[in-house]
């Protein structure tokens, strides 16, 4: 048996620790493993490392990816997947495990219509794979995220500053509302509950007018222009201000414990389920226990926030 293995859109910390739970899982039932670099573009052009126990033995605390990732434009194509699919064929690839978000579910989906047997691993700081509680990376992100905000509320509170914090989470509001909760920020703004400019400056006045000299807010990415929202607060409410992008820092750094464990459970997971001849599925965690669910029906899976979550900040912060 080979299997190949890919990572692939945003990296993840914890993708290298599913990789090499991936390898030694294979190892031992006896599989090759081929690693494709850079993620679909390099099933594309079949640039390829075989992969042993020996060679993923240091990985697994590393973020990033060792194998690299990427969004492939071609492979979006319908010549690109076809090719892609021929590759694997030529290669005698019988299995492939791909470990991404929902680009990389979309392009796993697309191989299986070809007739290549896929095994999908969410994979994103996002959290934004519906069809699983938790992505390898949301974890370490969010602990990222919170420990910068922490540092950031010292110096506001210090000067008496509106801080506006953007984190990443592309259209998903996870990241935000994990870390503004965990970070006792007071205002989150998340796409899946949008706010006007007027009603983010009137949840902020509120808080000054409470006594809160330097009221902390959290927004997800791409929901407004931070330094015009900033400059328009300091404008109109009179108060200093200032913004902060935590961009990639959140991507960055070895996985947390969480995500360790989620990753090597995943990758070893996926080796079983090729193993007992169980396809076409993507994996999924639910109340710690693992679970698949077929990769067509996975990427029609709408939404999973919580709005439970979302509710019990707005009651405790009064916004
Ligand atoms: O999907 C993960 C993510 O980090 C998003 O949160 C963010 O919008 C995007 O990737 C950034 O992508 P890039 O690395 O291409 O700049």
């Given at each position: 048996m080979r299997i190949g293995v890919l990572t692939s859109g945003g990296d993840a910390p914890g993708m290298n620790a599913c990789l090499k739970s991936v390898v030694d899982m294979a190892s031992n039932l006896g599989y090759e493993v081929y690693a494709f670099r850079r993620g679909y573009r390099g099933v594309i052009s079949k640039d390829y490392l075989v992969l042993n126990r020996d060679k993923v033995r240091?990985?697994?605390?590393?973020?990033?990816s060792t194998i690299m990732t990427g969004r492939s434009a071609e492979f979006y194509e319908a010549s690109g997947v076809a090719m892609a699919a021929q590759n694997l064929r030529e290669l005698g690839i019988d299995m492939l495990v791909t470990i991404g978000g929902n680009g990389t579910y979309r392009g796993a989906y697309e191989l299986s219509t070809h007739g290549i047997k896929i095994v999908a691993i969410p994979a994103t700081?996002?959290?934004?794979?519906?069809?699983?509680d938790r992505s390898i990376g949301f974890d370490t992100s969010v602990n990222n995220a919170v420990d910068m905000i922490s540092n950031i509320q010292a110096t506001m509170r210090a000067n008496e500053r509106i801080a506006f914090i953007e984190t990443m989470g592309r259209y998903g509001g996870d990241i935000a509302l994990y870390s503004a909760i965990a970070s006792e920020s007071d205002i989150v703004l998340v796409p899946e509950d949008k706010k006007t400019e007027d009603e983010v400056l009137a949840l902020i006045k509120n808080q000054l007018d409470r006594g809160n000299h330097a009221p902390i807010v959290i927004l997800a990415e791409k929901q407004f222009d931070i330094r015009e929202l900033s400059a328009r607060a300091e404008r109109e409410l009179g108060h200093e201000s200032r913004t902060v992008i935590l961009g990639y820092m959140q991507r960055g750094g070895g996985p947390t414990l969480n995500d360790r464990l989620l990753a090597i459970r995943y990758g070893a997971r996926a080796v079983q389920l090729i193993r007992d001849g169980v396809y076409n599925v993507a994996l999924g965690v639910d109340d710690d226990m693992l679970f698949t669910t077929p990769i067509d029906k996975a990427i029609k899976f709408e939404s999973h926030f919580r709005k439970d979550l979302y509710d019990l900040f707005k009651a405790l912060h009064s916004v």
């Open positions: 240091d990985i697994f605390n590393l973020g990033g700081i996002d959290n934004d794979v519906y069809s699983t």
